[in-house]
């Protein structure tokens, strides 16, 4: 068990709704991070968190937000869905530098 | 900025030949870089970091930083090898470890 799980696996939204995606860990790691993975781009950064409460944009945050109110959980919200936001979220942790990721399984998020 | 470039989407050899997959960077100090794999519909899964020059499933990464680069080989494919691969490297030297991805190259081992 990798100590890192995503719900849901699979989600179809239609556009305009919201959608919370969640990470749950169980390694007590400070770092959280949400990527999307999209063909042609590889995987971007969305928002991270270094701690409970302490959170931050990546290079592709519009849309997002995030929220980590205890160390294991951090959630990803789609404010409002779009075509654009259908992608592979991936969540990872770090214990810090120099350690690199433990990735989860991922969710495939599609907005109709 | 920092930065990952893997140059090539995808390579495709026959089974039992050498493969090396393309990573250069740029980055200011000295980088720790990464190599992740992603197997079909799978989770991304470190493969190798620099700083402990490890061998992996065959797979080995020297870091050149007179070419900035640290290309990803291993001396003879294996079917089980195809998947997606990705170049990563720290966004900064602070001691949170975001890390930037290059944008992956496939590789798709024939038998």
């Known amino acids: 068990d990798a100590g890192i799980t995503q719900s849901p696996r699979h989600k179809v939204t239609e556009t305009g709704t919201p959608v919370t995606l969640r990470c749950h860990q169980t390694?007590?790691?400070?770092?959280m991070y949400w990527y999307r993975q999209d063909p042609g781009h590889g995987l971007r950064l969305i928002h991270y968190s270094y701690g409970v409460k302490d959170t931050d944009k990546g290079e592709v945050s519009d849309g997002y937000s995030v929220s980590r109110s205890k160390t294991e959980d951090f959630l990803l919200t789609l404010e409002s869905a779009t075509s654009s936001q259908t992608s592979v979220y991936f969540c990872a942790i770090s214990g810090g530098t120099g350690q690199g990721y433990t990735f989860g399984s991922g969710t495939r998020l599609t907005v109709v | 900025a920092q930065r990952v470039t893997q140059p090539e989407k995808l390579l495709s050899v026959f089974k039992g030949a050498p493969v090396e997959l393309k990573c250069n960077y740029s980055?200011?100090?000295?980088?720790?870089l990464f190599w992740y794999v992603q197997y079909s519909r799978q989770r991304l899964q470190l493969l190798l970091r620099?700083?402990s020059r490890e061998s992996i499933k065959g797979f080995t990464a020297d870091l050149n930083k007179g070419e900035t680069s640290f290309h990803l080989k291993k001396p003879f494919a294996q079917e089980e090898d195809s998947a997606m691969y990705y170049c990563?490297?720290?966004?900064?030297?602070?001691?949170?470890?975001?890390?930037?991805f290059g944008k992956g190259i496939t590789l798709s081992v024939r038998p």
């Open positions: 980055y200011s100090g000295s980088p720790e």
């Open positions: 390694e007590n790691h400070r770092y």
């Open positions: 990563a490297l720290p966004r900064n030297t602070g001691a949170n470890s975001k890390l930037t």
């Open positions: 620099h700083i």
